[in-house]
């Protein structure tokens, strides 16, 4: 199982480096921060252990451009509230 030691809810009006920069956040679209992201997390590690959530959208692990290694960070896209918290709570361990 994927350990994430960093979830947090992002705030309106802009997500930085989530497919497009200074991309406008939908207002249905619930986006988490997932920090502390090992190298070997990619974007389809992120989508194997979120998209047991129905209203998961996408998830995007960021790299360096010129590198293309992962920076440590990523984000996860959700379209309910409501899985939105309780991915949260369940990948911070709690019930």
Do not use: H, W
Request: charged share 30%; proline share 7%.
């Amino acid at each position: 199982m994927l350990k994430l030691k960093a979830l947090a809810p992002l705030k309106q009006p802009y997500s930085l480096y989530f497919f497009s920069i200074y991309e406008p956040l939908p207002p249905d679209d619930f986006r988490m921060f997932c920090g502390d992201l090992g190298n070997e997390v990619t974007d389809e590690t992120l989508v194997r252990a979120f998209n047991k959530y129905p209203s998961f959208l996408k998830a995007k692990v960021v790299r360096d451009r010129r590198t293309n290694k992962t920076k440590g960070y990523g984000f996860v896209s959700f379209k309910d509230p409501v899985d939105f918290t309780r991915a949260m709570r369940e990948m911070n361990g709690e019930s």
